[in-house]
């Protein structure tokens, strides 16, 4: 073969490498079932980023829990992913569950105003003058702190100054103590340091032990095989229990909470014999994108963020030295830019389909960026639609929640507030 044709050849193949490279376009409009969420929106005269639930699948994640849980463990609600009082009561009513896992002080009060019948475990150790802050706002009614709330108490330390704290306002507190299974995020992580803990409990006389909390994500989450870190876990846990109860003797509750578990391990606990007797989960019930596990696959996404487009331009430009067309040259997928309202939120864009950030143009919490294809038909006042990484924060950001059902937006749910419910 001659030299020239060679190296025609190659170039040739560089040229249909390169193009290989280029990205498709996966520009595609929003589906009917968006196009009917835009309509409701507009319906109900939402203008501005709206964080929307669809009830029916919040609905349908509470039976697929229910369907694993399949009552042979209790099930413990995870507020702080689910951080509004009315989407807690449509959980407490779909689950039947009255066991709320609280991670806030402020939240606590909230809680305990609004729902006087429910059984409250901390999911964290609170400073104790959280804890005590927590006795001064709370303005009495049904909910009774000394049987109703399950503080955590992590260390022997805490313990002494819990004791200090009930002691000083003549109470009694529940004391659950915080395990580690082997998340190491804290808790009593020897048997020595668990009897540590249990004696100074049995030493003060308002402090009366409860259970165990022992949350270990890192099953799913650290390299290896999830059901061995699952059985080193509950070795672990299995080991607490009987030092606790031979410790204790007949001092041991006969209604001793024993929590576990989280939305990305609970299914792992769908047969086998297992030593906790509660499940805690939140993040499977609206699904943000964190929560796209192997092990949550039968969760369905059931929260959005909604924003309204301001802009839309058939073009990309960058201020300064202007790469927008080369962008555009390179990536059909930045054809078009639009620019909505807010942005920048702990979200991914998720309708219409193949919507990309600018990195070069940069974010804006004010008016984000978006490039997309030119199949996007996207008009100011249409509708852009992200799904959230996760709910505890995200949710809190958009004041009341849009609920979604039968096409229409039919309720507004206030989210929890540091002051009250935020609306
Ligand atoms: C102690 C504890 N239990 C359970 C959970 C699980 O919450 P979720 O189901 O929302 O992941 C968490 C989450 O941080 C936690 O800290």
């Given at each position: 073969m001659k030299r020239r044709t060679l190296l025609l050849g190659g170039l040739a193949g560089a040229a249909g490498l390169t193009l290989l490279a280029r990205p498709r376009d996966h520009g595609e409009n929003h589906s009917a079932w968006f196009r009917q969420l835009s309509n409701a929106l507009d319906g109900a005269g939402r203008a501005g980023p709206t964080l929307v639930i669809d009830r029916a699948q919040l609905a349908a994640n509470v039976r697929t829990l229910q369907g694993h849980v399949q009552g042979r463990f209790d099930y413990r609600i995870v507020a702080k992913s689910l951080p509004s009082p009315d989407l807690l009561q449509a959980v407490i009513e779909e689950s039947g569950s009255r066991r709320l896992m609280l991670f806030h002080q402020p939240f606590i009060n909230l809680a305990a105003r609004r729902f006087p019948d429910a059984d409250i475990l901390l999911g964290k150790p609170m400073p104790v003058a959280a804890a005590h802050n927590f006795y001064r706002q709370?303005?009495?009614?049904?909910?009774?702190p000394a049987r109703q709330l399950r503080w955590l108490l992590d260390t022997p330390q805490r313990v002494q100054q819990y004791a200090r704290l009930a002691a000083q306002l003549d109470t009694d507190m529940l004391a659950c103590v915080e395990i580690d299974v082997?998340?190491?995020?804290?808790?009593?992580?020897t048997d020595a340091q668990l009897l540590a803990m249990l004696d100074a409990i049995e030493a003060a006389p308002r402090l009366h032990f409860c259970g165990f909390m022992g949350y270990e994500p890192?099953?799913?989450?650290?390299?290896?095989d999830p059901l061995r870190y699952r059985d080193q876990a509950m070795a672990r846990y299995r080991r607490c229990v009987e030092v606790a109860r031979a410790h204790l003797g007949?001092?041991?509750?006969?209604?001793a909470v024993l929590n576990a578990g989280g939305s990305p391990t609970?299914?792992?606990?769908?047969q086998g014999e297992f030593p906790f007797n509660e499940l805690a989960a939140g993040s499977c019930l609206v699904?943000?994108?964190?929560?796209?596990l192997p092990s949550l696959a039968d969760h369905r996404p059931a929260a959005w963020i909604a924003t309204p487009v301001l802009k839309s331009q058939d073009r990309l430009q960058i201020p300064g030295i202007d790469v927008g067309p080369l962008q555009s040259l390179w990536n059909p997928n930045r054809a078009r830019s639009f620019f909505t309202y807010g942005g920048y939120w702990k979200a991914v864009p998720e309708s219409p389909r193949g919507l990309l950030n600018n990195a070069l143009f940069g974010r804006s919490t004010n008016q984000e960026m978006y490039n997309g294809s030119a199949s996007i038909d996207l008009q100011p006042d249409d509708w852009i639609f992200l799904r959230p990484t996760q709910s505890e924060f995200v949710f809190?950001?958009?004041g009341d929640i849009a609920v979604y059902e039968h096409g229409a937006i039919s309720e507004h749910w206030p989210v929890f507030g540091e002051g009250g419910f935020t609306g």
């Open positions: 709370f303005d009495g009614g049904g909910f009774d082997g998340l190491h995020r804290g808790g009593a992580a890192h099953i799913v989450k650290a390299p290896g007949a001092r041991w509750p006969a209604d609970y299914q792992l606990y769908d699904k943000p994108t964190d929560f796209d809190l950001q958009f």
